[in-house]
Every structure is written in structure tokens, then in C-alpha cells.
């Protein structure tokens, strides 16, 4: 079972910044996509930010102006990088990545901001 390593998460004050990263396993090449969900306790798991390998970027509108998603495909790398954290961005994050025979995930980390 292949699984995504993911760090950065923890607690924050509103108007405070985290950064998240996810790493996939060398082994795992031709990576499509990369992108970072959320899930929230009684919602669904939603798309915060998605790249391609071509660099193309995608956001959730209620990130927008605020998060930064980039890659490094060297190492197989994608970090998060969350500033102005408001306390409805609380939510487990998860690393996703894809290629044409892979959709992989992470275990989620917990990225908690308090108002």
C-alpha cells in the first residue's frame, strides 16, 4: 500500500500561517497531479488547491488570495502554504497525488486555527 507522508500541520491563531508539505515515494514517477483536500467534522472532503506538472494552478474560491500551492517534481514534493488562516479553514488536510496508474493519499494531518 503506497501512502503519502504529510507534515506541517497544528494550531494557529486567526491571521496566522502554516505551511504544509507532502512527499511521494521516489519509486512513484509521471505525477499528472498534486493537490490538497480538506475535510471537516460533518462536511465532505473539498479540493483547497490543485496543481498539474505543467504548473497549472487551481483554488477554492474561499482560498483564493490566501494559499499557495507549489511543486518541486524533482522530489516528488508539494507544499501548501497558508497565510491569513481563518478558523473555518480547521479541517484535516490531505495530500493527493496522481498518475495513470496511481491515486494516492495521505493520512491527514490536523490544522486547527482558533478565532
Known amino acids: 500500500q503506497v501512502q503519502l507522508v504529510e507534515s506541517g500541520g497544528g494550531f494557529v491563531q486567526a491571521g496566522g500561517s502554516l505551511r504544509l508539505s507532502c512527499a511521494v515515494p521516489?519509486?512513484?514517477?509521471?505525477?499528472?497531479?498534486m493537490g490538497w483536500y480538506r475535510q471537516a467534522p460533518g462536511s465532505q472532503r473539498e479540493l483547497v488547491a490543485a496543481?498539474?506538472?505543467?504548473?497549472?494552478?487551481n483554488y477554492a474560491d474561499s482560498v483564493k488570495g490566501r494559499f499557495t500551492i507549489s511543486r518541486d517534481n524533482a522530489k516528488n514534493t508539494v507544499d501548501l502554504q497558508m497565510n491569513s488562516l481563518k478558523a473555518e479553514d480547521t479541517a484535516v488536510y490531505y495530500c493527493?497525488?496522481?498518475?495513470?496508474?496511481?491515486?494516492?493519499w495521505g493520512q491527514g494531518t490536523q490544522v486547527t486555527v482558533s478565532s
Open positions: 496543481i498539474t506538472s505543467g504548473g497549472s494552478t
Open positions: 493527493n497525488a496522481r498518475n495513470s496508474r496511481w491515486n494516492l
Open positions: 521516489r519509486s512513484i514517477s509521471s505525477i499528472y497531479y
